[in-house]
């Protein structure tokens, strides 16, 4: 199973909704971690994601970022 992380931190949207969709196209299964800063980041990356098929979890780091897990 892939495993892949993007830090998309310290960028607006929609680079961290691009970055995420370029990453998981073409992956049938596996894990992706992606890295934000912001809660609309965050929001984002997790509806965009759940609209791909893939089920995203999203938890608070304890630096203050966010962190989405994607799985399928």
């Known amino acids: 199973m892939e ?4 830090d998309a931190r310290g960028l607006s949207c929609p680079q961290p909704v691009l970055m995420t969709r370029q990453a998981i196209s073409g992956l049938t299964a596996g894990e992706v971690e992606v890295l934000v800063d912001s ?3 965050c929001e984002n990356i997790s509806r965009f994601a759940r609209t791909s098929g893939w089920k995203a979890i999203t938890e608070p780091t304890p630096s203050g970022d966010y962190r989405v897990v994607l799985d399928r």
């Open 3 to 6: 495993k892949l992380t993007i």
């Open 39 to 41: 809660v609309t980041s």
